[in-house]
């Protein structure tokens, strides 16, 4: 009997993910739209017509973290366990020779929370000579995994991060995301998410940055 076949991702969209770093104002004449900008933070959504939902760009930086700094704090889910208010379980294990991470999210009352079954892979790549960290990650079908009575599971999730030196102290970070949270979300969570949820995770992970070294 064969082994099951890995899921990887494509090449290609490491490439892509390390190209908007260069492009950090997507077109004003295009799809995506700014949404706002805010402690040096800019993010852009863009609608989907199929799930009426928004995907999002972020683009910003991380004011003395190194990118090295960046990605392993972002890998590290047990110290994210730490510094995430918003994490009610994360663990990774594996299942048939892959790692899967399996994350619950506690949402405000009276919301059920979410969780995700998804894997990731973070590479190091070389841009001309600029040294760049992308970590993707997307949503993944693991029968060991099923629902839970009381938690919505989130079945349609990506996302994608690229970090590099801001030639200071500091990182240039670029990050997509997207998913369907399923259920009825209120309009005004949607938007204090995006317009707010984000430049505060972005803000606490700059402060877990600081604080990574002095933990280990």
């Known amino acids: 009997m064969e082994a099951p076949a890995l899921r990887i991702f494509p090449e290609e969209q490491f490439w892509a993910a390390c ?7 997507p077109a004003a004449e295009g799809p995506w739209q700014l949404l706002v900008e805010s402690m ?4 852009y959504r863009l609608h989907d017509e199929q799930s009426g939902l928004y995907e999002y760009k972020i683009f910003g930086g991380l004011a003395d973290c190194s990118p090295k ?9 047990d110290f994210r366990k730490q510094w995430d208010q918003y994490v009610k379980e994360l663990h990774e294990k594996t299942y048939d020779g892959e790692n899967v991470i399996y994350w619950e999210v506690k949402y405000p009352f009276p919301l059920s929370n979410r969780d995700y079954v998804y894997i ?3 590479r190091e790549m070389d841009v001309a000579g600029r040294k ?3 970590v993707l990650a997307r949503s993944v079908s693991v029968p060991q995994c099923p ?5 919505i599971r989130v079945k349609n999730y990506k996302q994608s991060l690229a970090i590099e030196s801001d030639g200071k102290t500091g990182s240039k970070v670029y990050m997509y995301y997207f998913d369907n949270p399923g259920g009825m979300i209120p309009s005004w969570l949607v938007n204090w998410a995006a317009k707010s949820g984000v430049p505060a995770f972005l803000k606490d992970m ?4 600081h604080n990574y ?3 280990k």
């Open 19 to 25: 190209r908007e770093l260069d492009q950090p104002t």
């Open 40 to 43: 040096g933070v800019r993010i």
């Open 69 to 77: 700094r960046c990605v392993d704090v972002y890998m590290d889910l």
């Open 120 to 122: 990731r892979e973070c």
């Open 132 to 134: 760049v960290w992308v």
């Open 147 to 151: 629902e839970k009575p009381g938690i």
């Open 206 to 209: 700059q402060k877990a940055c």
């Open 213 to 215: 070294s002095k933990s």
